[in-house]
């Protein structure tokens, strides 16, 4: 390549950035390996320098990287992100191409495959990691059934994650910036797409679909929030 790749770097966790980065800036046509550590440092760091490509976690402090992914792209629709995710359920994806995401790949794949997604996604061409592609194409043999949190709205699957995550409806619009009362009638809305009525129902939709991780579902387990009907 005639320029090196400048590459940002956007997860909360130091320890796997700098493995990534080292992965990242040994390869060949890859030059600086910026980071940031949350969704807000990525938008402004990205508006800042103006990198090549963002390969961006999902799961961050504040603003979820989906709202990162939204915010970057509506001050740059041409921005190249790869989301490179500990979620691998297809409405992840789903959700990160919405927001304007050019590629998706999760961290369980091999370490060649996030250098052959930066290089493709650079190139402007659409990347799914081929797993995760099967997966979300209906029409492919042994694809999932499709979650019924297909059915929320961008929006809604933001606030549904949040709720899901035990924060409150006043914790919620801190962080997305809206009112109480619009988050309120989100969650209405939301309970009532999904054919739920508590709280906790909506936290073991969460953890069985995969927005939730092991030590949420371990935690729902202990106090029943997890268990199976019956």
Avoid: W
Wanted: proline share 4%; aromatic share 6%.
């Amino acid at each position: 390549m005639a320029n090196p790749i400048t590459v940002l770097l956007v997860d909360d966790h130091a320890v796997v950035r700098a493995g990534y980065r080292l992965l990242l800036s040994g390869s060949a046509g890859i030059g600086d390996v910026l980071e940031a550590d949350s969704g807000e440092a990525a938008y402004s760091q990205y508006l800042a320098l103006r990198p090549d490509i963002v390969v961006m976690d999902l799961s961050l402090p504040g603003n979820s990287g989906l709202a990162a992914i939204r915010r970057i792209v509506s001050r740059d629709p041409e921005a190249m992100i790869l989301v490179f995710s500990m979620h691998d359920e297809p409405v992840y994806v789903t959700r990160a191409l919405e927001a304007g995401a050019r590629g998706y790949i999760t961290k369980s794949s091999e370490p060649d495959m996030l250098i052959e997604a930066v290089y493709r996604v650079f190139r402007g061409e659409l990347f799914i990691e081929p797993e995760m592609a099967r997966r979300i194409d209906p029409d492919s043999p042994g694809a999932k059934e499709v979650s019924p949190l297909a059915r929320l709205s961008a929006r809604e699957f933001e606030v549904f994650s949040l709720l899901a995550k035990g924060r409150t409806t006043h914790e919620a619009a801190q962080v997305l910036c809206l009112s109480i009362k619009t988050v309120a009638n989100y969650n209405t809305l939301i309970k009532a797409k999904l054919k739920v009525k508590t709280s906790a129902e909506l936290t073991r939709l969460a953890y069985r679909y995969g927005v939730l991780g092991q030590e949420a579902g371990n935690r729902d387990r202990e106090t029943g929030v997890g268990e199976q009907d019956g």
